[in-house]
C-alpha cells in the first residue's frame, strides 16, 4: 500500500494491519508527515507538527511489535491533539499570543491515555483563541474547512476536525465547552462525541469553563471514535470531577443492533420558525430517523420546550466562568488578545451576579426536562446546527446586537447538551450543494449520563447502513 | 433590565478596574445588551423559585 493509501485507512483498520504486521508504525508515521506537508499549507490545521518525536516513537513501537509487543488499541497509530492539551516539553498555546511561550512540564491524563493505548502524538492542533467561539482568531492564523477553503470547520476545535477530515491525522482530540467538538465534527463530516461531564480528566488541559468542560475525540468513523474515547475516559484522582465507574469496552459495544430502542426526535430543532433550521439540515436529520426507523428503531416526536432557550444560558455561564479563570490578562495584555477575544473576555467580565444565577437556574430546568425525556427514550435526535458550515467573515467584530442574539439562539443546538452534562455525539447525515461545493449536513444523538455506548451504537448502525464516512474532501 | 448605553458599560467596567476602549466598545455594547436582553426574555415556569443543582449527576446502577 502506498503513503497515498495508507493515510485513508480508518484508524481501527491502521491499527489492525500494524497489529498483523502488514503496515509499520514508522511507514504509518511517515506517510501522515508527508500527508501534512502536502495539505497543510492549505489548510493551517497544525500549530506544531512533532515530525523527530512522532518519528522516534514510532521506531519504538515497531521495535515493540517486533518483540510481540501490543500496548493497546491504538499501538502505532498517529494522532493529534488540540492545543489547550498539555504534551511535556511542547508549546501549548491554546493558540493564542499570551500562551505562545508556555511550555508544560507534564502530559495532560487524556495524552497519558492516549499513550498508554500505543497511539503517537503527531502534532498540536489549532484552535480559536482560548477556545471561544469565533474561527478567526487563532493567534496561528485561520484554519480552513477542507470541503470549501473559504467556509467555518467549526469551533472551537478547529485544527481537530479540519485535520482528521482531510487525513492529516488518525484520530484527534477536541475540547468541547458549548458545543466545540461537534461544530467542528459537523462541519467536516466526522464523528465526534462530547462524553458526559466526569467521563474524561481534565488534568492538563487549560479551562474554558469549568462546569461545562469536557474532552473527546473528533474522528472519520464510529469506531475510531469509540477506540480514542476508550483511551482517555476514566476516573483520574487529579480530576476530582471524574467518577471512579468502570469504563466499557466501546468498540465492542457495537454491535449495530437498534431493534427496540426509543428515539425521541426534538421537534423544537426541527421547527423552521423556533430555530430557523434549514430545509437541508431538516432534511437530513429526518431521513436518518427514518433510516434508524427501519432498522427497527422505534423514533417518534418529543418537545423540550426549554431547548430554544438553552444557547442563552450556556453562553452567559460559559463567558463568565472564562474570563474569570485569567481576569490579570485582559488589564496587563490587553493588546495581545484577539479584538473578538478580547470583547467577549469584557462582556463575561460585566455580566451581573444575578443574571449568572439565573442562567444556573435555568440550566437546572433545562437539565431536569432533558433528563425527564431520557426516561422515556434512550437516545434523543436532533441537528447540530441550523445549517451547513458558513461562510467565514474575516473581518473582526460583531455585526449587529441582532446578530449577536441570533449567535445565542444558534448556540442552544449544543448548548443544550453542555448543560445538561450528558453525552452527546455528531455523525454526517449527508450534504448539501453550495456552489460547487458538497457540505456535510450532521445528526446529534444525545443520551443519558455516562451511556456513551448506547449513542455510540445508533451511530454505529446508522453509519454501517449509509456511505457518507467514505466521502473525502476535494483537497 | 434597560439596555446599557456606552457610557453605562464603560462605568461599569471601571467598577472592576477595567478600562474598554473606542475600538471595543460597539461590540462589547451589541454583545452584552444581547445576552442581558435575552435572558430577561426568558419567564420559564419555575424559574424564579428554583434553586442551582450542582453539576455532577450520579450514574443510575
Known sequence: ?475 | MSELNDDEIRALAKSVDLDIPDSDITDVNYSLNAMLQAIDDITSEGISVIEPLPIIIQKED
Open chain 1, 1 to 475: 500500500m502506498s503513503n497515498q493509501e495508507l493515510v485513508f485507512l480508518s484508524a481501527a483498520n491502521l491499527a489492525s494491519e500494524i497489529k498483523n504486521k502488514q503496515i509499520s508504525p514508522v511507514e504509518a508515521v511517515e506517510a501522515y508527515l508527508d500527508r501534512i506537508n502536502h495539505v497543510d499549507p492549505k489548510l493551517n490545521a497544525y500549530i506544531t507538527v512533532l515530525a523527530d518525536k512522532a518519528l522516534e516513537a514510532a521506531h519504538q513501537s515497531e521495535s515493540d511489535i517486533t518483540s510481540g509487543v501490543n500496548k493497546g488499541s491504538l499501538h502505532g497509530v498517529p494522532v493529534a491533539v488540540k492545543d489547550q492539551i498539555y504534551t511535556k516539553g511542547i508549546r501549548t498555546s491554546s493558540a493564542s499570543k499570551i500562551r505562545s511561550g508556555f511550555v508544560p512540564d507534564f502530559d495532560a491524563t487524556v495524552v497519558n491515555g492516549l499513550k498508554r493505548s500505543g497511539a503517537i502524538i503527531l502534532g498540536k492542533l489549532n484552535m480559536t483563541e482560548f477556545a471561544m467561539g469565533d474561527p478567526i482568531t487563532s493567534a496561528f492564523g485561520v484554519t480552513h474547512n477542507p470541503w470549501d477553503l473559504d467556509r467555518n470547520p467549526g469551533t472551537s476545535s478547529t485544527g481537530s476536525g479540519a485535520a482528521t477530515a482531510s487525513f492529516m491525522c488518525a484520530s484527534s482530540l477536541g475540547e468541547d465547552t458549548g458545543g466545540s467538538i461537534r461544530g467542528p465534527a459537523a462541519n467536516c463530516g466526522l464523528v465526534g462525541i462530547r462524553p458526559t461531564w466526569g467521563r474524561v480528566s481534565r488534568y492538563g488541559v487549560d479551562g474554558a469553563s469549568w462546569s461545562l468542560d469536557t474532552i473527546g475525540p473528533i474522528s472519520r468513523t464510529v469506531k475510531d471514535c469509540a477506540l480514542t474515547l476508550g483511551a482517555i475516559a476514566g476516573f483520574d484522582q487529579n480530576d476530582p470531577y471524574t467518577r471512579n465507574i468502570p469504563v466499557p469496552d466501546y468498540a465492542a459495544c457495537l454491535t449495530g443492533d437498534v431493534k427496540g430502542l426509543k428515539i425521541g426526535l426534538v421537534k423544537e430543532f426541527l421547527d423552521t420558525e423556533v430555530m430557523g433550521v434549514t430545509q437541508a439540515v431538516r432534511q437530513g436529520v429526518m431521513d436518518a430517523a427514518e433510516l434508524l426507523a427501519s432498522l427497527g428503531a422505534e423514533v417518534e416526536e418529543t418537545s423540550l420546550p426549554l431547548a430554544p432557550v438553552s444557547g442563552v444560558a450556556s453562553r452567559i455561564i460559559s463567558a463568565v466562568e472564562r474570563s474569570s479563570l485569567h481576569p490579570e490578562w485582559l488589564r496587563d495584555k490587553p493588546d495581545d488578545f484577539h479584538h473578538n477575544t478580547r470583547v467577549a473576555f469584557s462582556v463575561g467580565e460585566l455580566i451581573p451576579s444575578q443574571v449568572y444565577y439565573k442562567a444556573q437556574k435555568l440550566r437546572t430546568l433545562v437539565r431536569k426536562q432533558t433528563l425527564k425525556a431520557l426516561e422515556k427514550f434512550d437516545v434523543l435526535a436532533m441537528p447540530v446546527a441550523s445549517e451547513p458550515a458558513t461562510i467565514m467573515n474575516l473581518k473582526p467584530g460583531i455585526e449587529s446586537k441582532e446578530a449577536a442574539v441570533n449567535a445565542l439562539t444558534e448556540g442552544s443546538y449544543r448548548g443544550l447538551f453542555s448543560m445538561v452534562s450528558g453525552p452527546a455525539m455528531s455523525i454526517c447525515c449527508g450534504f448539501s450543494t453550495e456552489g460547487n461545493n458538497k457540505l456535510p449536513l450532521a445528526l446529534q444523538i444525545a443520551g443519558r449520563p455516562y451511556d456513551e455506548s448506547t449513542l455510540m451504537n445508533v451511530a454505529y448502525a446508522y453509519e454501517q447502513n449509509t456511505t457518507w464516512h467514505l466521502e473525502r474532501p476535494p483537497l
